[in-house]
């Protein structure tokens, strides 16, 4: 079964504009990790975020973690058309395995 | 660096049918996964290899797939007989570490499998 809800499940935006999405799950985590998925690159790593930190930003990207109320957001500042792709919340727990269990992701549509 | 390769990009077959997918991990990888796409969802984990044992198969419908890892590298994930509702995307993702390590998944392009 799949851990994480994201939400919005779709958000178009116009370019310049800063995109929101949140993500909650159900069970601890070791860490949470943003992918983004479009047509042409696949599914490609964006940011992880332990369990122990509350935010962490990778360029125009910004996570925070709030491990009491089990949600996570990923704002994109200044979005791009490029920025268009689907995007998803991934969990491990603390089991040995460290697979990743995703949500259903948000679409993102920015517009120029 | 190479990332990680898969084959067939798409292949089209009819129910009951048998199908083979393959993938090549980033060298030196040593835990490969295989996720079920199936349109509008998140990637689903069917197997998980650390070097060439099984660390999670438990998702993995067992009476019609199958998956291996000969030498820890190279891996096959086949279905036997094709269902409709197996009709999805099939990702093959390696990481550097396993274990507890925490660490990112490289992903392929995938395969795009769809059963008549």
């Known amino acids: 079964s799949q851990q994480g809800e994201e939400d919005p499940q779709a958000l178009s935006i116009q370019e310049g504009e800063n995109a929101t999405m949140n993500c909650s799950y159900k069970?601890?985590?070791?860490?949470l990790q943003w992918y983004r998925q479009n047509s042409g690159r696949g599914l490609v790593h964006l940011i992880l975020?332990?369990?122990?930190?509350r935010e962490k930003h990778s360029g125009r990207l910004r996570v925070t973690l709030d491990t009491s109320k089990k949600s996570s957001s990923l704002l994109i500042t200044a979005s791009r058309a490029a920025d268009t792709a689907s995007y998803f919340c991934?969990?491990?727990?603390?089991?040995?395995?460290?697979?990743?269990?995703f949500g259903k992701g948000t679409t993102l549509s920015v517009s120029s | 660096e190479a990332g990680v390769a898969q084959s067939p990009r798409y292949k089209i077959i009819e129910k009951r049918q048998s199908v083979a997918f393959w993938c090549n991990p980033i060298s030196g990888h040593a835990t490969l996964y295989w996720y079920q796409q199936i349109l509008g969802q998140g990637p689903k984990l069917l197997i998980q290899f650390q070097n060439n044992g099984v660390v999670d198969d438990s998702q993995l419908p067992k009476d019609r797939f199958s998956a291996e890892r000969l030498k820890g590298v190279d891996s096959t994930l086949k279905i036997q007989p094709a269902k409709l509702e197996d009709s999805a995307v099939y990702l093959c993702?390696?990481?550097?570490?396993?274990?507890?390590?925490?660490?990112?998944?490289?992903f392929g392009p995938g395969t795009r499998l769809t059963v008549l």
């Open positions: 975020i332990r369990s122990n930190e």
């Open positions: 069970t601890s985590i070791n860490n």
């Open positions: 993702a390696s990481s550097l570490l396993g274990g507890r390590a925490i660490n990112e998944q490289f």
């Open positions: 991934a969990t491990v727990g603390y089991q040995a395995g460290t697979a990743l269990i």
